[in-house]
Every structure is written in structure tokens, then in C-alpha cells.
């Protein structure tokens, strides 16, 4: 391996989205190009476009601070430099079930990575993304506004969980770790796919959402890099 820009392995972090699935359906609709847009005809057979349409927290989506801050920057405000760069992988599988995470809790993992250092991204590897509709779903960790806390003092400028939530069943507080970290101008990732498939605690991360103007989340392709 030669050069700084190498790298062995591209995982990739993001969970397909499958048009008219779940809760929350993300809508396609095709029709010829000239059907749905200004377009003269095209003399081809198969020449489609489609509509979309769409919550914008869905599939592995990236939340702005305008999701809960009135005058916080939305989408089109974040910068592509602050959605790239080093990411600590933070393990939380040995947590027990039913586990209130705080930031006594939060030091413990982050020191099992090596710790977390200024301009981080954090990304929460709590394992229960595949059990999403069993029992053992309702027994994940439930994250803190304290365990957010620890991450925005060291510094971190992004975050990332593998659930559909940063909150769990007994964080006290509905919106305990959305606050926090939106307050703080810091962007997260919910629904994260593959973090078990990183073989290190470091790794180099593209969390990329369309700049989308006013809005305030939206879904990303994230990729992780591993030398
Ligand atoms: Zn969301």
C-alpha cells in the first residue's frame, strides 16, 4: 500500500431503501420523460424518469439541527468538509439489556476505542439493528442527554447510531439526545447499517446527504474506509 489516498476496503454503511416498504413509505411514480417533464418526445422506447415522494426521515438519513431548532441550519447549510473524516467506532454491545446510558458509560467505550478526539465523528455500534419486531429489540440500551454530553465535550462533530433512534425505551426525556447534540449545531445519522463489519475502531467516513435547502434530514449514502 502506497500513498495516503489507499485504502483496502470501502464498507458501505447505508440500508437500502425498498420503494413502498414499511411504516414510512418512500413513493416512486414512472412515467416517460416527456410525460413528467417539459420534454419533447423522444423516439426510444424506455426513456423514464420518476417522482418521488417521500418522508425525509427515512432508510439511513442524516438529521440537520433545523429538525428540532427553529433557527438552525438545515441541510443546505452543512458543509460537505464537516460530513467527511475520521470516525471512532463506538461499541456498546457489552452493555446489558435494559442498560441507561450515561456518561460514565460513554467514557468506558470511548476509552475501549482509544478514545474520542476533537473533530470526531462518533458512531454507536449498540448491535440491535437486526432485531428490530422481536422481544429483544425493547431491551437496547437506552442513550442519555449525558451520554450525548460527554460526546460534545470532547469535541465530536457528527454522530451516528445504528438504530432508528437515539433515545431507547427508558431514556428519560423524548427528545433527550436529539436536543443536546442539535443545540450544539452537531448533525446525527440514524438507522446505520454494517458498523459490525468495521475490523477497526478508526475508520474514514463519507456521510453525504443531498444539500436540500430548508429541509431537515434527509437520506445519505454513508461509506466507511478502512487502510
Ligand atoms: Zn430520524
Redesign the pocket.
Known amino acids: 500500500m502506497q500513498g495516503s489516498f489507499t485504502f483496502q476496503r470501502v464498507i458501505d454503511l447505508t440500508r437500502p431503501i425498498v420503494p413502498g416498504q414499511g411504516a414510512r413509505p418512500f413513493r416512486i411514480t414512472r412515467g416517460r420523460t416527456e410525460e413528467l417533464t417539459i420534454h419533447d418526445p423522444v423516439p426510444h422506447p424506455w426513456y423514464v424518469m420518476h417522482r418521488v415522494e417521500t418522508i425525509s ?1 427515512i432508510g439511513t ?1 442524516l ?1 440537520a439541527p433545523y ?1 428540532c431548532v427553529e433557527q438552525g441550519r438545515d441541510l443546505g447549510s452543512l458543509t460537505a468538509e464537516e460530513l467527511v473524516g475520521e470516525a471512532v467506532i463506538l461499541d456498546l454491545r457489552s452493555i446489558p439489556p435494559d442498560s441507561v446510558v450515561g456518561a460514565a458509560e460513554m467514557a468506558r467505550v470511548a476509552e475501549g476505542a482509544g478514545g474520542v478526539r476533537p473533530g470526531d465523528i462518533a458512531f454507536l455500534l449498540t448491535g440491535y439493528a437486526d432485531r428490530v419486531g422481536t422481544a429483544a429489540y425493547e431491551h437496547r440500551p437506552s442513550l442519555t442527554g449525558e451520554a450525548m454530553g460527554y460526546l460534545i465535550t470532547r469535541g465530536v462533530k457528527l454522530v451516528g447510531t445504528d438504530l ?2 437515539l433515545e431507547g425505551p427508558l431514556t428519560p426525556g423524548h427528545l433527550a439526545c436529539h436536543l443536546p447534540l442539535l443545540l450544539n449545531d452537531i448533525p446525527f445519522l ?2 446505520l447499517a454494517n458498523l459490525e463489519q468495521l475490523t477497526r475502531s478508526r475508520v474514514f467516513v463519507c456521510a453525504l446527504p443531498i444539500p436540500v435547502v430548508g429541509l431537515d ?1 434527509f437520506p445519505a449514502r454513508v461509506v466507511a474506509f478502512e487502510p
Do not use: I, M
Open positions: 426521515h438519513h438529521e429538525h432508528s433512534g440514524e438507522n434530514s
